[in-house]
């Protein structure tokens, strides 16, 4: 009886034995399977993987608009701290390099579980893909998989205007002329996307890049159609980010959002472009929301406090004030009262010639 008992016990432990060795080989072999399923850059030119999303949900592809290309590192090292420029309500920017030396911006999308379908996501990207301006920032690929989503744009090394404008360590100083053309062509962007029927939701300084020719691109654009249902809690989550630029009717639920509220983002980017200032700061025992402090400025006839002090002697008084009175004209509380894009285009274009026109006079 003992000796059975004894190789009953030691076939027990070599099963026990046998059992561990599998599951820990089964662990590992699983885990090198997501590692490759995970990895949209891993492959060059960003062709489809062992098998398909349709069937495979964790499997992904790359697709490039402008044809295969071919990435210099994994996407572990490229999804990485270090490489991270930025991040919004929307997810976080990475920069990473293409093996012909061509810089990117790689967004990983958050909340992956409010993101669409991967026939609907595609769909969407690819939408978006073919919208194409010249201050519109150009979406270049994009990469889905059912644990999360990435979308490629083209990289702005200059960086964002709210860098630009506020950044004590910048020394660049921009010009009213340069500024005057910054919001000229932001305008032109958002006609153009609300031409498109793409309404932006998230108008802010940080989503919009200059280029060297200081000419604006407005990035983040139809990123709410990536969510399955418009629902009002989520976007304004999303947006909560960006304080002092979000207009009144996201708070009330009976108002409908609609094309407006970029023009109340707008009409805030006006003013801070202008004074150099943020919507909203933030002092010892005050705070001052730049909108009212403008106008209450322009009403005491004060227009020099409402211009950025870099720019004192170094701007057009003519062109200054009408584009200061458009800005407010455009931040107004009742949505009715604010201008359409195209409208806004008009008048800050009859503004530039208007200016012009005075200078050939004086000359």
């Known amino acids: 009886m003992l000796s059975i008992s004894v190789f009953i016990a030691i076939g027990a432990a070599i099963s026990i034995v046998v059992g561990v060795i599998a599951i820990t080989f089964l662990n590992i072999h699983v885990r090198s399977s997501n590692l490759h399923s995970d990895s949209p850059f891993?492959?060059?030119?960003?062709?489809?993987?062992?098998?398909?999303?349709?069937?495979?949900?964790?499997?992904?592809k790359v697709v490039m608009f402008n044809g295969d290309v071919e990435f210099t590192d994994e996407?572990?090292?490229?999804?990485?701290?270090?490489?991270?420029?930025?991040?919004?309500?929307?997810?976080?920017?990475?920069?990473?390099?293409l093996r012909d030396q061509k810089s990117i911006a790689i967004k990983k999308l958050m909340g992956s579980s409010l993101t669409k379908s991967h026939d609907d996501f595609e769909r969407e990207v690819q939408k978006l893909g073919k919208i194409r301006h010249q201050n519109l920032v150009a979406i270049e690929g994009y990469y889905w998989n059912s644990t999360f989503q990435l979308i490629i744009y083209e990289y702005f090394?200059?960086?964002?205007?709210?860098?630009?404008?506020?950044?004590?360590?910048?020394?660049?100083?921009?010009?009213w002329s340069a500024r005057?053309?910054?919001?000229?062509?932001?305008?032109?962007g958002l006609a153009y996307l609300h031409q498109m029927n793409i309404i932006h939701y998230n108008m802010k300084s940080t989503n919009v890049f200059i280029d060297f020719c200081d000419e604006p691109k407005i990035g983040d654009f139809g990123l709410v159609n990536l969510l399955p249902i418009l629902d009002h809690c989520v976007l304004s989550s999303k947006i909560q980010s960006a304080?002092?630029?979000?207009?009144?009717?996201?708070?009330?639920?009976?108002?409908?959002?609609?094309?407006?509220?970029?023009?109340?983002?707008?009409?805030?980017?006006?003013?801070?472009?202008?004074?150099?200032?943020?919507?909203?700061?933030?002092?010892?025992?005050?705070?001052?929301?730049?909108?009212?402090?403008?106008?209450?400025?322009?009403?005491?006839?004060?227009?020099?406090?409402?211009?950025?002090e870099k720019l004192v002697g170094n701007f057009l008084l003519e062109e200054a004030i009408p584009v200061i009175k458009l800005g407010l004209v455009c931040s107004s509380h009742v949505p009715s009262n604010r201008p359409n894009m195209a409208e806004v285009v008009n008048i800050l274009e009859t503004i530039e010639c208007s200016s012009e026109g005075q200078q050939e006079e004086l000359q």
Do not use: W
């Not at 996407?75 to 390099?97: D, S, T």
């Not at 090394?157 to 010009?175: P, Q």
């Not at 910054?182 to 305008?187: D, E, K, N, T, Y």
């Not at 407006?260 to 003013?271: A, E, H, N, P, R």
């Open 42 to 60: 891993g492959l060059p030119g960003g062709k489809d993987y062992r098998s398909s999303p349709e069937k495979d949900p964790k499997c992904g």
């Open 75 to 97: 996407p572990n090292n490229l999804l990485k701290e270090g490489n991270e420029i930025g991040r919004g309500g929307f997810g976080i920017v990475y920069c990473a390099v």
């Open 157 to 175: 090394s200059r960086g964002n205007l709210h860098k630009l404008l506020h950044d004590d360590n910048s020394k660049i100083v921009f010009s």
């Open 180 to 188: 005057f053309k910054v919001i000229l062509g932001i305008a032109k």
């Open 243 to 308: 304080l002092g630029y979000t207009a009144p009717e996201f708070a009330c639920r009976t108002v409908n959002i609609t094309e407006k509220c970029d023009v109340y983002g707008f009409g805030i980017l006006v003013l801070e472009i202008v004074s150099g200032k943020r919507p909203v700061e933030y002092m010892e025992d005050d705070v001052v929301v730049l909108c009212d402090m403008v106008r209450s400025s322009l009403e005491d006839g004060k227009v020099e406090q409402c211009v950025d």
